[in-house]
């Protein structure tokens, strides 16, 4: 299920640089609308005040502790292991998603309840969501089989709560409009680049999921190794 030392230091740390090398155009565009400069932002980030607010307010523990723990449990950590020895890491890899994509189908409820919008905007709204959740639970689950450790995981859907998707108009209305697109760009060709080395299995130690799967006679090189 990922609970384990052996290799958690790079598990929690190369997954996480990853994910933020990908969102390098929405960090650029953070920073380029953020009013006080880089000392003063790392002044109130690192700020123990900052960080009890954060702790007593319960939106921000519901997106960013509580949510990212148990959806990645139990759509990785439990699932995965259940499925794959069925239908094959591959496949399992992309089946997770659609129950994750699926589980986030509550906000059409609310929606609908309070009226927020037109049917038609909602249920859009809720394709749109579907889709990228699903691309975003393929990818932790990529990480999950690469690394062998829930840790990388949480930590990136976390960091993923917090930026939100990517706000792509936005960065075409800029200013700056220029360096940024080049900042997206930069930061996906980078990602594609890097997506391999770094879950590199070899960095993490032995795959708890893979060596499952050898036991049972299933072998599954391009994932394991």
């Known amino acids: 299920m990922g609970f384990r030392l052996e290799g958690i230091f790079p598990a929690a740390l190369l997954p996480l640089l990853l994910t933020m090398i990908l969102f390098l155009g929405p960090l650029m565009q953070l920073s380029m ?3 006080c400069d880089l000392a003063d932002g790392l002044k109130v980030v690192l700020a123990p005040r900052s960080w009890a607010r954060c702790l007593t307010d319960m939106r921000w523990l519901r997106n960013q502790v509580i949510a990212p723990l148990t959806e990645e449990l139990v759509f990785r950590a439990c699932m995965l292991p259940m499925l794959a020895p069925c239908m094959g890491l591959g496949p399992a890899v992309f089946t997770c998603p659609l129950f994750f994509g699926v589980a986030h189908f509550h906000h059409i409820i609310e929606q609908l309840r309070f009226r927020q919008s037109s049917v ?14 699903a691309v975003f639970g393929a990818y932790t689950a990529f990480l999950f089989i690469r690394t062998g450790h829930l840790i990388g995981p949480v930590l990136c859907h976390s960091f993923c709560n917090y930026m939100g998707f990517p706000a792509v108009c936005a960065a075409l209305e800029h200013p700056q409009r220029r360096p940024l697109l080049a900042g997206y760009a930069l930061g996906v060709g980078l990602f ?34």
């Open 192 to 225: 594609l680049l890097l997506l391999q080395p770094l879950t590199d299995p070899k960095l993490y130690g032995s795959l708890p999921l893979c060596v499952l799967l050898e036991r049972a006679g299933d072998s599954e090189a391009p994932l394991c190794s």
């Open 33 to 35: 609308d953020c009013p």
């Open 120 to 133: 038609g905007n909602i249920f859009l709204s809720a394709a749109f969501q579907f889709s990228y959740t």
